[in-house]
């Protein structure tokens, strides 16, 4: 999609990333948004909508993981991955990318979100 940006990294690897903006628009239009931190920072405020997943469990089942046993769930959806900066999202969608997902991650994670004057929302898991 259209949405998705790709840069170059130092070490030469590729990177898929999507600002703020982009982000909004994918998400009107249906992606899904994972955060891959711990739930005590999850808690602490996510993106609305944001599902919470453990991306040490993405490698054995990432519809498992992201979706559990939900059977109305999209599987075939976009994914925009958070984490704080950034770093922790870029591993969980690589893996989800190997996996045939369509996988991308917030550039600068929820550092930029919030400085970009989104809503970051606190409390548990739903």
Do not use: C, N
């Not at 405020?45 to 944001?50: I, K, L, Q, R, T």
């Amino acid at each position: 999609m259209a949405w998705f940006g790709r840069r170059k990294d130092g070490a030469g690897a590729a990177r898929h990333e999507i600002g703020v903006t982009a982000a909004l628009h994918a998400m009107a239009s249906g992606a899904v948004v994972i955060d891959v931190r711990t739930r005590r920072e999850y808690e602490h405020g996510h993106v609305p909508g944001a599902r919470l997943v453990d991306p040490r469990a993405l490698p054995a089942s990432p519809v498992d993981a992201i979706w559990g046993d939900d059977p109305l769930a999209e599987t075939d959806r976009p994914i925009i991955v958070v984490s704080s900066t950034g770093s922790r999202a870029h591993h969980a969608a690589r893996v989800l990318r190997q996996g045939g997902f369509e996988a991308s991650v917030l550039a600068g994670g929820l550092v930029t979100w919030a400085q970009g004057g989104q809503v970051l929302v606190p409390g548990p898991p739903r």
